[in-house]
Each structure stands twice: as structure tokens, then as C-alpha cells.
């Protein structure tokens, strides 16, 4: 285990997160700040995928497939508000996951009718298509790219929520939707801009994840199980939490994934190894979340109320 | 009450009534009641639908007849839970009372149905599993595999590397049973050194820390089973990371007709192992993928291979067994095996119901703008399964 094959992981872990950021903020604003549960994120990040797959296919154009991705997924999350969502703000949890989890089915079926139930293609555009050596290791251009569109978005979003005006207004939100709207702001438009821009931001997640993906029916569920520990970890209902949450989640679990099974080959035979170390990795996230959740049951970095 | 009590009566003299009529119906019918159970949701509906739309392929050419009778093909999703599959199995033999049953999901599935299909003796055709306790010492009369023994094409893989000459081959799959037989198959025909063998989790998304494990172990080939959107995942991030040039790639059930529309030009170069494939050479074959791909337009994948020659072992099969003899229907269906053309070249069912049948080697090719298989060697020509000298049937 050398220095180069630590920094390599160490690389893909930081990729990782940043894709674990993009859903997780989304998530973490619509589920903190206007409490609602949102199992169908994961499916919008999947939508986002299939936007982006169909706009390359017919346009051949990475960047109009990221627009189209971003676009539509910021459409569908504006119809969804409307059609289903804003009539459950004020039902308790259990008939949010009730009604998400019936939109997940819903969302599955519809690719798979739309579609077809094999996986569609989505390509690295050209220009990023390559690999980049760094000392002696070749890592991909493409990956690079996800870490730099994920660094971004973090930036413009804190900027968002803590230097402008709608981003005052969201906080106030958070804390007293009453008073907010008795000042004469209008909540509701307020909620539903909220719920668009997450739905835009997993829309993007899924675009950039397409081309190292596979992109197909239920591709979603996975990464939101994923995405639901980072909002956790980092405190419900905060940007920066889920942040420093996605990039601890994306290094914890590559490097588990990379070293656990063979630092278990030096303390037990190889065969109990191999079973037990791939077992352990996979845990690892989730031990992470009880430790936190037993230590700091807020989360590490909760929004300030 | 007098009314009630009645109701039940008169209601099981008219079933009863009704199906003194239907037995005697069916010993004149020109029937045949076939079911089709195989994974129609979830992420693995494509491999179901494939079977679903290969049998119904054949049984178009035939005329809409099996044997020359009438087919009806009642169709049923497991949603790969084994519950659910043994439930299905259970109607249709005592429901729907059907001549045959196809197809039968995976290994798990297939092994939760077989008590009631063992226990009622109807003849049964498995077209996507062939699992080692079915092919050595609990094999069955009744039960017989049109696809493989589940090793086969792995211990194909083994055979390569080792004719190849490779001295260092790197092993990876999901840390389930099938990966786990996957490997042990290819280890079984390879004898060179095991530089890894590393299980990651099922359905995982990511390869990259994995990845970057295989580029530092340097090794002279690696051997992957990852069926599904875990292949498109892993062979797409493999070639971006450049590895496809550096480290030749093995697989079975990986890159094929299921995986290929997402995969493209990435699985370029990758060596597959299989009894079947698209690009096979037989007047037959070219006949199946040509009306395959007219009628569904799309590649068929080995999972439609193998439905379309059940469907052609029963169309034989159903034309000798008198009609609602199962036991005589078993011993058909075994004759039929070695009578019937597959479109996978040689074939003949073994002593425990399993294909004796050759494993390929296909190179994964562009041609024109597609991507397609070619074949560059027979590494296991008729080869019999590692478990059949087990089996007491003869």
C-alpha cells in the first residue's frame, strides 16, 4: 500500500461525495426546511439521466444534455410541487414516505414504458473522454469534471443561501413560516422554487452520473439510501452540513471499500477475509450514522436556527 | 341458513360437473398449456422479457402450435422472489394443470419452485439456471435445464486464460453465491496464479476504489462476472480509467445482449464467455436473430436463445408423449435434446437433464456502428458439467 494508491482513493472518494452533494442538497433543504420527506428524489435524479440520455442522442451535445437534464428535472419538480407534493406539506411523515414511495414505483414503471427495460447509453462527452496521469496513475478526466461541477454548485449554493435576499427569506422560512408569510412574502411560491431548484440539482446529479452509470429503471433507489445517511450525518436541513457530510460519507466508504478487506488479510485467515471484509465495508457508512446519531443525534453540522 | 348451506353444494356439483367435462375434453384435445415464469420487474425484467418474447418467437413460427395442438403460453413474473416463484409453480400445475412449464427464473427461484414441480412430476424447463445441487446428486427426472450448469461459462474463461498461456489473472465479483461458483469456476480450468479475488457489494454503483486496486495489482488479464447494470457500471468505468488497453477482460453474463445498448463502444475488446451468442453461425441462429430483431428490433440476448429452444424441444417433444402423460412427456423431452436443431450448434441433454453443449469465447467488435460479438475460440467444445457423474439418473 503505497502513497500514489491512497491518493487515488483518496481522489475517488472526494468524487464520490461530490455526487453524494449534489443530491444531498436538495434533499436536505426540501426535507429541513420545509419538512417534508422525499423518497422520490432519487427517482428525479434518475429522470435526470434519462433527460440527459435522450437530449445526447438526438443533439450529440454534452452540454445541451446537462441544460436538458437540468431543465427538465426543474419542469418535473415544479409539476410534481403542484400535482402532489404542496397537498402534503401538511400531513404527517408517514403519509409523505406513503405518497414518494408510491411516485419511486410510479417514476419506474413510466422509464420502463417510455424507454424500455434495458439500460440506455450515455456517453463521456469527447473532450473529457481521456485519462489523466498523475504519478503513475491514470485517473479519469471525466472524473475530474464531476469534482469540479460539484465544487461549484456547493460555492453557488452557499452563496444562494447565505448572501442573497431569497436566500434570507429561506432561512426565515425555516425557522417561522408564519411570520414569513404574514410580512407579506408569498411561502408557497417560496416552497415550490425550493422543491424545483433540488429537483434541478438532482436532475444534474444524474446527468453527471450518467455516463459512468448505468442509466435504467430503479437506478435511483440505491444512491438515495446513500444520500439520506449524508443529511443525517451532516444535520437535517443544512447545505453546509450536507456538504462536509457527502465528502466524509465519499472517503469513508471508498477507502473501506479499498483497504478494509485487505488490512483484515493481516489479522485473519484469508479466507474469513474475503467474506467478511467486503460485508464490513458495505456497513461502514451506516456504523458511521450510528456513531453520529448516538454522539450528536442533530447531525455534525446542524443549520442554525 | 337453508339457502346457504345449499349454495356450497350445488356450487361443487357444477365445478365438479364442469370438470368431469374438461377431463373428458382433454383426452381428445389438440391443447397444449404451457407456462412461461420468468422476471418481468425490476431491474432484471429485461433478461425475463427476452425469454418471454424467444418463446414466443418460436412458437409464432410454428404456427401457434406445439406438437402440432394449439399452444396457449400463459405468462407469469416471479419479480425474482423466490415466494412468489414457488407460488406461480404451484398454479400452474394446479390451477391452470399445464403440460410444461418454462423458464423458471434464477438459480434461488427456480430452487424454492422445485418441491411441488419434483412432488406433481409435470415437466419442467429451465431457460436461465442450471444450479450445482440440480445437476449432481439432486437431479430430477422431470426438471431439465435448455441453458447451462451456471459454471460452465466461467470454467470457458479458465480454460482461455490457461490455453492463452496467462500467468497472473485478477478475479472480481458480487459477494453473492453466484460470484462466488463464478470464480470458483474459472479457477477450476485456470492454474496459473490468483494475483486477487475481490467481492464487492451487490448492486454497488461505483468501481473507482476497486478500480484503482486492479491498476496498481498489474496483472496479466482480469476475470469479472457482473451481470446487469453492474456490468454497464464496470465496464463503462473501466475503459474511462483507460484500463480496458492496459488489462485484458474476461467475463461471463456481463457483456451481452442485455447490457450491450448500454454499453457500446466500452465493452470493445473484452472477451466473453457463453453457449450462445448473436454472432453464431448456423443457418439456424441466423434465422432466429433475424426474425428476432424484425419483430422486437432489438439484439436477442442468450436468455431469448435459450427460450427459443425450449419452445422447438417442446414443439417435438409435445408431438410424440400422449397428451397429459407427464412421465412420458420427460423421456420426449430428454430425446428431444439431442433431435431438435439449437441455434447454439451442438446440444444434447446429459444424464442429469443438463446441456452437453460447447462454450465459446466472443470478442466484443465494431462493426459498421455497432458493436458485436465474434468468435475467437471453442475453449470447452460438448462439454458435460463437473457434477453429472453425481447424479443417479442415466
Known amino acids: 500500500m503505497n502513497g500514489t494508491i491512497v491518493f487515488a482513493q483518496l481522489l475517488n472518494g472526494l468524487q464520490y461525495g461530490v455526487l453524494l452533494f449534489l443530491l444531498a442538497a436538495g434533499l436536505t433543504l426540501v426535507f429541513g426546511i420545509m419538512s417534508f420527506v422525499n423518497l422520490a428524489h432519487g427517482s428525479l435524479y434518475m429522470m435526470g439521466a434519462y433527460f440527459a440520455a435522450t437530449a445526447f442522442q438526438y443533439t450529440g451535445s454534452f452540454g445541451l444534455a446537462l441544460l436538458a437534464a437540468m431543465l427538465g428535472s426543474l419542469l418535473l419538480g415544479l409539476a410534481l410541487e403542484f400535482v402532489a407534493v404542496a397537498r402534503l406539506y401538511r400531513r404527517d411523515h408517514l403519509d409523505h414516505v406513503l405518497a414518494t414511495f408510491g411516485l419511486v414505483l410510479f417514476f419506474n414503471e413510466l422509464v420502463r414504458i417510455i424507454w424500455g427495460p434495458q439500460p440506455v447509453f450515455l456517453q463521456v462527452p469527447e473532450f473529457l ?38 436566500g434570507m427569506l429561506i432561512r426565515a422560512g425555516a425557522v417561522n413560516p408564519a411570520m414569513v408569510a404574514a410580512l407579506g412574502v408569498n411561502i408557497r ?117 | 341458513m337453508n339457502t346457504l348451506s345449499k349454495t356450497p353444494f350445488r356450487r361443487n356439483a357444477l365445478t365438479a360437473a364442469a370438470g368431469l367435462v374438461l377431463a373428458g375434453a382433454s383426452q381428445f384435445s389438440t391443447a397444449a398449456t404451457i407456462g412461461l415464469m420468468a422476471p418481468l420487474s425490476g431491474p432484471q425484467a429485461i433478461v425475463g422479457q427476452d425469454q418471454v418474447d424467444g418463446f414466443m418467437l418460436a412458437v409464432e413460427q410454428l404456427g401457434g402450435k406445439l406438437g402440432g395442438q394449439a399452444a396457449t403460453v400463459l405468462k407469469e413474473d416471479d419479480q425474482l422472489k423466490p415466494e412468489i416463484g414457488s407460488q406461480i409453480v404451484r398454479k400452474f400445475i394446479d390451477k391452470d394443470r399445464v ?35 440440480l445437476a449432481g446428486a439432486g437431479c430430477k427426472a422431470n426438471v431439465f435445464s435448455a441453458a447451462w450448469q451456471n459454471d460452465g461459462a466461467a470454467e470457458a474463461m479458465g480454460k482461455l486464460a490457461q490455453d492463452k498461456g496467462l500467468k497472473k ?87 451481452d445482449g442485455t447490457t450491450l445498448p448500454g454499453l457500446r463502444d466500452a465493452a470493445v475488446g473484452s472477451i466473453s464467455g457463453a453457449m450462445w451468442d448473436a454472432a453464431l453461425d448456423t443457418p439456424e441462429n441466423k434465422k432466429f436473430v433475424a426474425d428476432f430483431e424484425r419483430k422486437y428490433k432489438r439484439t436477442p440476448s442468450a436468455y431469448a436463445a435459450t427460450a427459443y429452444d425450449a419452445a422447438n424441444i417442446l414443439n417435438i417433444a409435445l408431438g410424440k408423449a400422449k397428451a397429459g402423460d407427464a412421465k412420458a412427456l420427460a423421456v420426449a423431452v430428454k430425446a428431444a435434446g439431442s433431435e431438435f436443431k439449437s441455434v447454439r450448434g451442438t446440444f444434447a441433454f446429459n444424464n442429469n437433464n443438463l446441456p452437453v453443449q460447447n462454450y465459446y469465447a466472443f470478442e466484443a467488435v465494431k462493426s459498421g456502428g455497432n458493436v458485436v460479438g465474434k468468435l475467437i475460440a471453442t475453449p470447452l467444445p460438448k462439454q458435460s458439467d463437473a457434477y453429472h457423474a453425481q447424479c443417479a439418473l442415466k
Do not use: C, H
Open chain 2, 169 to 255: 489473472v485478477y478475479l472480481m465479483a458480487p459477494n453473492y453465491q453466484a460470484g462466488k461458483d463464478m470464480l470458483a469456476g474459472f479457477k477450476r480450468y485456470f492454474k496459473g496464479q490468483v494475483v486477487d479475488e475481490v467481492y464487492t457489494q451487490v448492486n454497488q454503483p461505483d468501481y473507482s476504489a476497486e478500480l484503482a486496486q486492479l491498476q496498481a495489482a498489474a496483472p496479466d488479464a482480469v476475470f469479472v462476472f457482473y451481470p446487469g447494470g453492474m456490468g454497464v457500471n464496470f465496464i463503462k468505468q473501466m475503459s474511462q480509467a483507460g484500463l480496458m488497453a492496459k488489462v485484458p477482460l474476461y467475463s461471463v453474463f456481463t457483456v
Open chain 1, 129 to 166: 473522454g481521456g485519462a489523466i496521469p498523475i504519478a503513475g496513475f491514470s485517473y479519469p478526466a471525466y472524473r475530474f469534471a464531476i469534482i469540479v461541477v460539484g465544487l461549484v454548485v456547493a460555492l453557488g449554493s452557499w452563496l444562494l443561501i447565505n448572501k442573497t435576499r431569497v
Open chain 1, 189 to 305: 411560491l417560496l416552497n415550490a422554487m425550493l422543491f424545483a431548484v433540488g429537483a434541478m440539482l438532482a436532475g444534474l446529479a444524474g446527468a453527471m452520473a450518467g455516463p459512468i452509470l448505468s442509466v435504467q429503471s430503479g437506478m435511483g433507489e440505491s444512491v438515495l439510501i446513500t444520500t439520506l445517511v449524508v443529511i443525517v450525518i451532516g444535520g437535517i436541513g443544512s447545505v453546509t452540513g450536507a456538504f462536509y457530510a457527502a465528502l466524509i460519507v465519499g472517503i469513508v466508504d471508498t477507502l473501506g471499500r479499498a483497504f478494509l478487506p485487505f488490512m483484515l488479510r493481516q489479522v485473519t485467515e484469508r479466507s474469513l477475509a474475503d467474506a467478511a471484509g467486503p460485508a464490513l465495508a458495505s456497513m461502514l457508512v451506516y456504523l458511521l450514522m450510528a456513531v453520529v446519531l448516538a454522539w450528536r443525534p442533530q447531525g455534525l453540522f446542524p443549520a442554525n436556527r
Open chain 2, 99 to 133: 403440460d410444461a412449464i418454462v423458464g423458471l427464473s434464477f438459480s434461488n427461484v427456480l430452487m424454492a419452485s422445485l418441491p411441488r414441480i419434483v412432488e406433481s412430476g409435470t415437466v419442467a424447463i429451465a431457460t436461465n439456471a442450471g444450479p450445482s445441487p
